[in-house]
């Protein structure tokens, strides 16, 4: 499905480009900055209009500030965030200021990761679903009223419990209004940051399947960020893998895990448990741990855990390079290694 | 008692048995049946895999078996029967049966099971650490709790052990803090504060959760290697199906206090009978599946712990729910293959018909 329709797929939604957001680390009686954690470390990425891109990778690897500052939660270090509008404009977020975003915000909302922590427990669900239009201007109560109980019919909720407080609610019904706040004023951009991660198994494929629901009904782009990666491939069209700040591997989800060309997808890959005991023999691990992005290691800085590392390895810093058409890795060694990817298996009987 | 596993002759009596336990929360708002009637047994160099989802007991069967229960709550029935050996440290001590129900949570001789005979691997090393004494000096206060050797032995002892759960440099660190330690490190920290005192028993309650995926794998595979070199049960309670897949030898699958089927990994996987296992299996996304379909679901959502379904706790959200039957009266465990047990009323009441219609329809 990559390759054909490569040519016909539509502009990207977002482009980030050599994206660095740095955070200082002070030290001593007068704050002295004394280094720097280089939690997002000149990324590039982009996500068309009407796909999922699935931002995955391990704790410290910077997904979650890449997320948070496209939504300009906090402003990047430098770097450009290129955000096309409805009319085909491009502009670049970073370079807005406050008055200037505000255009912005409605176009990207966010769902966050734990449904307990992210709605007000003194609020009712219509207040809070309700929040985003009074905000943007619908200031007649009855009309976002109706607003409401439309959004809750669209994540499957019914439209009498918007007088209920969130501790009424499951753990996955709380997810689901926590969309339909984010739907409230028709965004672009989804960013979803470990939506699923705080649910229980049985209640996580329903809201994937929701997801996957309103992306094809309201033609939504979503930034999938998560560590799962059965999650990300069940719901990305491509996918992007992080490690320690940087982009190490991008490309359509099949060929990601059917052909991954950075070792460390591979070994990620790898490393997850298989729900079949027969493959008990298969599970991979690598040596080592996630390098702290404070202190970062030479060259490549996957380098320490990785088996094909060589020489240049430990010196050079590899570039994110094009290696097939649309399949981005950041590896010296990329052309000459044979690595294993995942192979389908049958679905469950 | 038709709903217990008689001892297999080729297998020896089972180390730990559970038998029919409950154990409630008595509070201001009602009683909450956490465990209601819960049974397995864990045999020698066995590992058994609790798996269910948050509120199905799990945690609470650990707590029960180390007699660690919050003060609200109470074993009301049932037992869990201990193999023990009557000198710990050894292992050709003669062994006694201890009826652990029975002894008071703070007895010496409770005391002295906890941390020899059955360990515990909990869930956030960072919180079972103490942040103000090193860790090894935690370690070393264990050993000298249940062995009879000098500090200097003590200090050896954790460093053989840390050596064994493949830390390397055991002998500087040993001296840091548990928050000097990376995440992977802490763990494996922790796994060797459990072992250190060679127990039968250890008990791993959510061991990987909260770490990273590769630092999983490199865990996963110690414990594996560990086991296998020490022949030591492992009760290893998790929400992922993967992981269960991955470590255990039997499984038994819980859903709001009960059990709701249990047997053998491969049976459990492959040839799960019931509805609610059946369901589990389909609606977890898989790296090996393809990408972007939809997911079959599980209906609604775990029932709260106050107001619990009467009958099968499952018949809300089953796709096999018998009107009068499941709503009204709670099935037992019964014997659907060998060493495989489900609870569920389409093995029951009419016997093998209704067995086969039932996976059919899948």
């Given at each position: 499905?990559?390759?054909g329709?490569?040519?016909?797929s539509?502009?990207p939604?977002?482009e980030?480009?050599?994206?660095?957001k740095?955070?200082?680390?002070?030290?001593g009686?007068m704050?002295?900055?004394?280094?720097?954690?280089?939690?997002?470390d000149?990324?590039?990425?982009?996500?068309?209009?009407?796909?999922?891109?699935?931002?995955?990778?391990?704790?410290g690897?910077?997904?979650?500030t890449a997320?948070?500052?496209?939504l300009n939660?906090?402003p990047?270090?430098?770097g450009?965030?290129?955000?096309?509008?409805?009319?085909?404009?491009?502009?670049?977020?970073?370079?807005?200021?406050?008055?200037e975003l505000?255009?912005f915000?409605?176009?990207?909302?966010?769902?966050?990761?734990?449904?307990?922590?992210?709605l007000?427990?003194r609020m009712?669900?219509?207040d809070?679903?309700g929040?985003?239009?009074?905000?943007?201007?619908?200031?007649?109560?009855?009309?976002?009223?109706?607003?409401v109980?439309?959004?809750?019919?669209?994540?499957?909720l019914?439209?009498?419990?918007?007088?209920?407080?969130p501790?009424a609610?499951?753990?996955g019904q709380?997810?689901?209004?926590?969309?339909?706040r984010?739907?409230?004023?028709?965004?672009?951009?989804?960013?979803?940051?470990?939506?699923?991660?705080?649910?229980?198994?049985?209640?996580?494929?329903?809201?994937?399947?929701?997801?996957?629901e309103?992306?094809?009904?309201l033609?939504?782009?979503?930034?999938f960020?998560?560590?799962?990666?059965?999650?990300?491939?069940?719901?990305?069209?491509?996918?992007?893998?992080?490690?320690v700040?940087k982009?190490?591997?991008m490309?359509?989800?099949?060929?990601?895990f059917?052909?991954?060309?950075?070792?460390?997808?591979?070994?990620?890959?790898?490393?997850?448990?298989?729900?079949?005991?027969?493959?008990?023999?298969?599970?991979?691990?690598?040596?080592?741990?996630?390098?702290?992005?404070?202190?970062?290691?030479s060259?490549?800085?996957?380098h320490?855990?990785?088996e094909?590392?060589?020489?240049?390895?430990?010196?050079?810093?590899?570039?994110?390079?094009?290696i097939?058409?649309g399949?981005?890795?950041?590896c010296?060694?990329?052309?000459?290694?044979?690595?294993?990817g995942?192979?389908?298996?049958?679905?469950?009987? | 008692?038709?709903?217990?596993?008689?001892?297999?002759?080729d297998?020896?009596e089972?180390l730990?048995?559970?038998?029919?336990l409950?154990?409630?929360f008595?509070?201001?708002?009602?009683t909450?049946?956490?465990?209601?009637?819960?049974?397995f047994?864990?045999?020698?160099?066995q590992v058994?895999?609790?798996?269910?989802e948050s509120?199905?007991?799990?945690?609470?069967?650990?707590?029960?078996?180390?007699?660690i229960?919050?003060?609200s709550?109470?074993?009301?029935?049932?037992?869990?029967?201990?193999?023990n050996?009557?000198?710990?440290?050894?292992?050709?001590?003669?062994?006694e049966?201890?009826e652990?129900?029975?002894?008071?949570?703070n007895?010496?001789?409770?005391r002295k099971?906890?941390?020899?005979e059955?360990a515990l691997?909990?869930?956030?090393?960072?919180?079972?650490?103490s942040?103000?004494?090193?860790?090894?000096?935690?370690?070393?206060?264990?050993?000298?709790?249940?062995?009879?050797?000098?500090?200097k032995q003590?200090?050896?002892?954790?460093?053989?052990?840390?050596?064994?759960?493949?830390?390397?440099?055991?002998?500087q660190?040993?001296?840091?803090?548990?928050?000097?330690?990376?995440g992977?490190?802490?763990?494996?920290?922790?796994?060797?504060?459990?072992?250190?005192?060679n127990?039968?028993?250890?008990i791993?309650?959510?061991?990987?959760?909260?770490?990273?995926?590769?630092?999983?794998?490199?865990?996963?595979?110690?414990?594996r290697s560990?086991?296998?070199?020490?022949?030591?049960?492992i009760?290893?309670?998790?929400?992922?199906l993967?992981?269960?897949?991955?470590?255990?030898?039997?499984v038994v699958v819980?859903?709001?206090?009960m059990v709701?089927?249990?047997?053998?990994v491969?049976?459990?996987?492959?040839?799960?009978?019931?509805?609610?296992?059946?369901?589990?299996?389909?609606s977890?996304?898989?790296?090996q599946?393809?990408?972007r379909?939809?997911?079959?679901?599980?209906a609604?959502?775990?029932?709260?712990?106050?107001?619990?379904p009467?009958g099968?706790?499952f018949?809300?959200?089953c796709?096999?729910?018998?009107?009068g039957?499941?709503?009204?009266?709670?099935?037992?465990l019964?014997?659907?293959?060998k060493?495989?047990?489900?609870?569920c009323?389409?093995?029951?009441?009419?016997?093998?018909?209704?067995?086969?219609?039932g996976?059919?329809?899948?």
């Open positions: 499905m990559s390759d329709q490569e040519s016909l539509p502009a939604l977002l980030v480009r050599n994206l660095k740095y955070f200082p680390i002070h030290k009686l704050r002295k900055v004394v280094n720097h954690v280089r939690a997002v000149d990324v590039n990425f982009f996500v068309r209009e009407g796909e999922t891109l699935g931002l995955v990778g391990e704790s690897c910077g997904k979650t997320s948070r500052c496209i939660a906090f990047p270090t430098s450009e965030i290129l955000f096309r509008e409805a009319d085909n404009r491009v502009t670049d977020l970073t370079k807005l200021n406050r008055q505000r255009r915000r409605p176009q990207m909302q966010m769902i966050f990761q734990d449904p307990f922590a992210s007000n427990p009712t669900i219509l809070i679903i929040e985003p239009l009074y905000v943007n201007g619908m200031r007649n109560r009855a009309e976002r009223s109706d607003q109980a439309e959004l809750l019919k669209l994540v499957g019914r439209p009498e419990y918007m007088q209920r407080y501790h609610f499951s753990g709380r997810q689901r209004i926590g969309i339909a984010a739907l409230a004023l028709h965004p672009r951009l989804m960013v979803a940051d470990e939506p699923v991660s705080a649910l229980d198994v049985s209640v996580q494929a329903q809201v994937l399947n929701l997801m996957l309103l992306q094809e009904k033609h939504l782009t979503y930034l960020v998560a560590h799962d990666l059965s999650v990300v491939k069940h719901i990305s069209d491509r996918v992007c893998v992080m490690y700040g982009v190490v591997e490309a359509a989800t099949l060929e990601l059917n052909t991954p060309r950075h070792p460390y997808t591979a070994a990620l890959m790898l490393a997850v448990p298989v729900p079949n005991p027969a493959r008990r023999h298969l599970i991979q691990d690598l040596p080592g741990e996630v390098a702290s992005p404070a202190n970062p290691p060259g490549c800085y996957f320490p855990r990785c094909h590392a060589r020489e240049v390895c430990r010196n050079q810093s590899p570039q994110l390079r094009e097939a058409p399949h981005f890795v950041s010296h060694r990329a052309e000459e290694l044979q690595l294993a995942i192979e389908n298996a049958k679905p469950h009987p | 008692m038709q709903n217990q596993p008689l001892p297999v002759p297998r020896q089972p730990l048995r559970v038998k029919d409950k154990a409630y008595f509070m201001d708002e009602g909450v049946k956490a465990m209601d009637g819960v049974s047994d864990v045999f020698p160099g058994v895999g609790i798996v269910g509120g199905c007991g799990k945690s609470v069967t650990m707590k029960a078996i180390l007699q229960l919050e003060p709550a109470k074993i009301v029935s049932g037992s869990v029967t201990l193999r050996r009557v000198d710990s440290q050894n292992p050709n001590s003669p062994e049966t201890l652990l129900t029975h002894l008071h949570p007895s010496k001789k409770m099971l906890r941390g020899a059955i691997i909990p869930q956030e090393p960072m919180a079972a650490f942040p103000v004494h090193t860790v090894g000096d935690q370690i070393i206060e264990t050993i000298r709790l249940h062995q009879d050797v000098s500090k003590a200090r050896q002892i954790a460093i053989d052990v840390f050596r064994s759960v493949g830390i390397s440099m055991p002998e660190r040993i001296d840091s803090y548990s928050w000097e330690l990376s992977g490190l802490r763990q494996r920290a922790i796994i060797a504060m459990a072992l250190s005192c127990p039968r028993l250890l791993a309650d959510e061991p990987t959760t909260a770490i990273d995926v590769t630092t999983q794998a490199q865990i996963l595979k110690l414990l560990l086991q296998e070199e020490r022949q030591t049960s009760i290893f309670i998790t929400h992922d993967g992981v269960i897949a991955q470590m255990a030898d039997e819980m859903y709001l206090g709701m089927e249990k047997g053998p491969s049976e459990i996987f492959s040839n799960a009978q019931h509805p609610y296992t059946q369901a589990l299996l389909r977890i996304p898989s790296v599946s393809a990408p379909i939809k997911l079959p679901t599980i609604g959502s775990i029932a709260h712990p106050f107001n619990r009467a099968c706790p018949h809300p959200r796709t096999h729910f018998m009107r039957v499941c709503n009204v009266s709670q099935p037992k019964t014997q659907v293959a060493n495989h047990f489900a609870s009323f389409l093995f029951q009441t009419a016997g093998e018909s209704l067995v086969k219609s996976t059919e329809q899948n």
